[in-house]
């Protein structure tokens, strides 16, 4: 059985950075597609950055402050985070999916960031 588990999240000041990771197990081959979606306070689930062997996409909003990295021998995928601001306060998931045979994916359980001074 896949799970994934996430960690990295916590408080940081306006400007800082954070790194999430997000590692699987449970699964025998590589994922195709990785990705962070983040829910703010009384939002919806939104997506922050895919990446698949065809390259990464980010949310307009992170663009130039976020990278998305996968290491695929580890089956993990890594959001680095900087000059953070407060509305990036959100609850962090991850995903990872299958394209074929079957399209399925998998969610991690979420980890809080929030930014505040």
């Known amino acids: 059985q896949v799970q994934l588990v996430e960690s990295g999240g916590g408080l940081v000041q306006p400007g800082g950075s954070l790194r999430l990771s997000c590692a699987a197990s449970g699964s025998g081959r590589s994922f195709h597609g990785m990705g962070w979606y983040r829910q703010p306070p009384g939002e919806q689930l939104e997506v922050v950055a895919s990446?698949?062997?065809?390259?990464?996409n980010y949310a307009d909003s992170v663009k130039g402050r976020f990278t998305i990295s996968r290491d695929n021998a580890k089956n993990a995928v890594y959001l680095q985070m900087n000059r953070l601001k407060p509305e990036d306060t959100a609850v962090y998931y991850c995903n990872m999916a299958y394209y074929w045979p079957v399209p399925v994916d998998y969610w991690g359980q979420g980890t809080q960031v929030t930014v505040s001074s």
């Open positions: 990446i698949t062997t065809g390259g990464t």
